[in-house]
């Protein structure tokens, strides 16, 4: 399906499901993950998630945000595609947890946070886009968790090394 039939498609349903004015105000979870690589951009992330998910209908990048590290995209570099621009779902969890995939907004950093620390400017740049978009959709701190401690999933996704301890102060 090409995305102008696809976006006509969703909206259809949203509009009869959901209604068209609480679609795109429905955010309820902020889902943070690591790529797992050392560098990465839209393009790289948008070819990984090809051959993960080669058949999301959708064509964009699983998450919804992405923060650079200085090697692809500018580090701190907030990035988003249209899966974002037209508030569509993510494909950042596994089937068991549509809800979030559904209800959440995935925030991806570039980076492998099992081999390396946060880079102490993108880590800031996550805090600022987390805080804004809690703000935006009146989403608590509780709704807000790393990939691997969300409900359902097993993953070390965002890294052992990502500051959660200190993320989640910081987002009080
Ligand atoms: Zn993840």
């Not at 494909?91 to 995939?101: I, K, S």
């Not at 991806?108 to 959709?137: H, N, W």
């Amino acid at each position: 399906m090409n995305r102008r039939k696809f976006i006509l498609a969703s909206s259809l349903l949203a509009a009869a499901g959901l209604g068209v004015w609480s679609w795109p105000r429905r955010w309820r979870y902020i889902v943070i993950h690591h790529s797992g690589g050392a560098s990465g951009d839209l393009a790289l992330l948008q070819r990984v998630h090809r051959e993960r998910q080669p058949n999301d209908p959708i064509h964009a990048i699983p998450y919804h945000y992405v923060i650079g590290n200085g090697h692809g995209l500018a580090m701190g570099e907030v990035a988003s595609d249209w899966r974002q621009e037209y508030d569509l779902w993510g494909g950042h969890l596994t089937l068991h947890n549509l809800t979030r995939n559904f209800l959440g907004i995935g925030v991806c950093l570039i980076g492998d946070f099992e081999k390396r620390d946060v880079p102490e400017s993108q880590y800031q740049a996550l805090v600022r886009l987390t805080r804004a978009l809690m703000t935006r959709y009146d989403i608590p701190a509780a709704n807000v968790s790393g990939h691997g401690m969300t409900p359902g999933e097993s993953t070390q996704c965002p890294g052992s090394r990502f500051p959660m301890a200190r993320f989640q102060r910081d987002i009080a």
